[in-house]
């Protein structure tokens, strides 16, 4: 079956210091990967996506980056926080027609 | 702009009654509608999938689609305290060159024993 890890699961970050949240799927080839956040209280808001190594489209320019150095690893990071970059950062994966969540790492910027 | 709308709740239902959660949906040609359960601090998890108009049961879940009204639901029979989180609809379009997710912003369900 596949799993989907995330972490590190929670970060204290203080502004402008940089950012690198790793994801990793197991039990799947080639998958669709996702980046959403969800700010407190919100919806799930989609900030990258990967249909392969390489192969990263932004949806919603900020001063967030992924990467994808392996099929099954997706790398979400930033040069300097702002306090807006704060909330749950969840890491997706999808198959053929469902889409599948990791833990999730929490961030707060301070 | 797809978009995917729910009633933000709280949704508050007696223990043993049924809930029922609603969501439409924008984009005529979507094919592929999900329910996914979140409790505060975690990951939404995938609950229920339905592809085609009527009804598809899932022990206490049922799910009801109807395309023709754009049209998404969730019912939930004896509701339990632990059925409180929030749920979040989904929707994926045809059309699109990978499998995009929209989201809804979800239902806050309280169960109250």
């Known amino acids: 079956s596949q799993t989907i890890h995330q972490w590190p699961a929670t970060l204290v970050q203080p502004v402008g210091s940089p950012l690198s949240l790793e994801c990793t799927v197991e039990g799947t080839s080639n998958p669709n990967l996702y980046w959403y956040r969800q700010a407190a209280g919100r919806g799930l808001q989609l900030l990258f996506y990967?249909?392969?190594?390489?192969?990263i489209s932004s949806e919603v320019p900020q001063n967030l980056s992924a990467s994808r150095p392996q099929d099954r690893q997706f790398i979400l990071s930033s040069k300097k926080l702002l306090l807006s970059d704060s909330g749950f950062y969840l890491c997706?994966?999808?198959?053929?027609?469902?889409?599948?969540f990791g833990p999730g790492t929490r961030l707060t910027v301070l | 702009q797809k978009e995917v709308e729910q009633n933000s709740g709280p949704l508050s239902v007696p223990e043993g009654a049924i809930a029922s959660l609603n969501c439409t949906y924008s984009?005529?040609?979507?094919?592929?509608f999900f329910w996914y359960r979140q409790y505060s601090g975690k990951s939404p998890e995938l609950i229920m999938s339905?592809?085609?108009?009527g009804d598809k049961e899932d022990g206490r879940f049922t799910a009801q689609l109807n395309k023709a009204s754009q049209y998404v639901s969730l019912l939930i029979r004896d509701s339990q305290p632990s059925d409180s989180a929030t749920y979040l609809c989904a929707v994926i379009s045809l059309g699109t060159s990978y499998d995009k997710v929209i989201f809804g912003p979800g239902t806050s369900l309280s169960v109250i024993p």
């Open positions: 984009d005529r040609v979507s094919q592929s």
């Open positions: 997706a994966w999808s198959g053929r027609t469902q889409q599948f």
């Open positions: 339905i592809y085609s108009n």
């Open positions: 990967s249909i392969g190594i390489d192969q």
